[in-house]
């Protein structure tokens, strides 16, 4: 089940689109030491206790993130992270 699900719309091309989702994903990454992959369009990331996300559609970008019981107390906050990084890579140009 999703503990966190943020949807984000984007005019960016699907090149620029790719490059923002590494920019989040790789914050992700280096915070909570994680691995991440690309699958087509998708970029799922992972570590023992949390497994997500990252799609890209056409005009918008996806996050979808579970969380292990010891994390499930800090959704909130990780949520509002993803929220304000969304907004600042794939909304500036929207």
């Given amino acids: 089940m999703t503990d966190i699900s943020v949807r984000q719309n984007h005019q960016l091309s699907p ?6 989702a590494e920019k989040i994903v790789d914050r992700i990454v280096t915070e909570y030491d994680m691995r991440s992959e690309w699958n087509g369009d998708i970029l799922s990331f992972s570590r023992t206790g949390i ?5 890209l559609h056409d005009n918008a970008a996806q996050v979808d993130i579970t969380l292990g019981m010891m ?3 800090f959704a909130p906050v990780i949520e509002q992270k993803i929220c304000g990084q969304m907004k600042k890579v794939f909304g500036a140009v929207a």
């Fill in 71 to 73: 994390l499930k107390s």
């Fill in 15 to 20: 090149r620029l689109a790719r490059a923002a």
């Fill in 51 to 55: 497994s997500g996300t990252l799609a």
